[in-house]
């Protein structure tokens, strides 16, 4: 079984600060790495993942992650927040193979709330 | 193309009341799933499929729940027989395959009083 801890269930920060969101993961086999982000009465929107390759990744809106393997971490960060960035963001493991492939199996979330 | 959409957006019934919901994903995906969104807590896999074939189904799932995909295209979900720890978000995905990344639809919130 795999298993995806959020350790933060509300960060505040305020406006253009920088920010971590902090996840790990759990599992007994190989895993793709996901974050999404939640907007209020929104559906999931993919912000980036990591599947292979280089351990930073790069996605949308200026967020950034790292794919630390002995840590089991996937931390999200973010330079410079802006209000626009409040939201609930979820990260998210995907078995790399096997049994259950395709299934995402999601942290519970964080919320971030910017202040201007 | 439009992405994924959902439908009703929300749903209240009573308890006992059997309701059914509906999918339908990008065209050319392949791959279908349903999650379950409580409060404060991340999406729940429930069940998915491959084209028509309903390859995995979640111990979550009761069998008061049932998922169809007749044709490939959309899907279904009905809970029968509602209580009211079924009042969840339910949120369909697709993909192209397994390891693409999902699209999301906006989720069907279900009130069960």
């Known amino acids: 079984a795999q298993s995806v801890t959020q350790l933060d269930s509300q960060v505040p920060v305020f406006e253009e600060a920088p920010v971590e969101l902090r996840c790990n993961y759990s599992?007994?086999?190989?895993?793709?790495l996901f974050w999404y982000v939640q907007y209020p009465n929104q559906g999931l929107q993919l912000l980036l993942k990591?599947?292979?390759?280089?351990?930073l990744v790069k996605g949308i809106n200026g967020f950034e992650a790292e794919f630390n393997k002995s840590q089991t971490s996937f931390h999200l960060r973010k330079p410079s927040v802006h209000i626009s960035d409040t939201a609930e963001y979820f990260c998210a493991a995907l078995r790399a193979g096997g049994t259950s492939y395709g299934k995402l199996t999601f942290g519970q979330g964080t919320i971030l709330t910017v202040h201007p | 193309d439009t992405g994924v959409s959902q439908d009703p957006r929300h749903k209240i019934t009573k308890r006992g009341q059997n309701v059914t919901f509906r999918c339908d994903p990008i065209s050319e995906h392949n791959r279908l799933y349903w999650y379950r969104q409580t409060l404060g807590q991340g999406p729940e896999f429930l069940t998915y499929f491959q084209n028509e074939a309903q390859l995995e189904k979640s111990r979550l799932l009761s069998d008061r729940f049932s998922a169809e995909r007749p044709k490939g295209s959309f899907s279904t979900l009905e809970i029968q027989r509602t209580e009211q720890g079924d009042s969840a978000m339910y949120l369909c995905?697709?993909?192209?395959?397994?390891?693409?990344?999902?699209?999301f639809g906006p989720g069907t919130r279900l009130t069960v009083t």
């Open positions: 599992s007994s086999v190989s895993v793709y």
């Open positions: 995905a697709s993909s192209l395959t397994g390891v693409d990344e999902q699209y």
């Open positions: 990591y599947l292979s390759g280089s351990t």
